[in-house]
């Protein structure tokens, strides 16, 4: 997730101390990429122990996030990383409060 970025100011237009930022607990940002989503594991196979569960077919349950989304999301959750230059946040899904998507034209119909 890329970070929502800019002057962090009040609604009266007085600048906010970098401390002052970092004690809130929401943050927003624009997903980039999305992970696989959770892995789900086969009813039949539950019963059995770990370790005699093999297969390469693994099924995932999607992720409601899409890259494009613009996301808020707990920020105690979110780890920071740095990829070539650019400043993401690794973020899951379980800290995402509230997804906006744009519609698509198609959508809109």
């Known amino acids: 997730m890329a ?3 800019g002057e962090e100011r009040t609604n009266v237009g007085l600048y906010l101390p970098p401390t002052a ?17 959770t892995p789900m594991t086969e009813p039949a196979s539950m019963d059995d122990e770990p370790w005699k569960i093999h297969g390469p077919d693994v099924k995932y349950l999607p992720m409601q996030a899409r890259a494009g989304d613009y996301a808020l999301f707990f920020r105690k959750a979110a780890v920071e990383i740095t990829f070539e230059g650019t400043k ?6 379980a800290a995402i409060l509230v997804l906006v998507r744009e519609r698509t034209p198609e959508e809109l119909e």
Do not use: N
């Open 88 to 93: 993401y946040l690794v973020v899951p899904q």
């Open 21 to 37: 930022v970092e004690t809130r607990q929401v943050q927003g940002g624009r997903i980039v990429a999305t992970g696989p989503g």
């Open 3 to 5: 970070p929502e970025e």
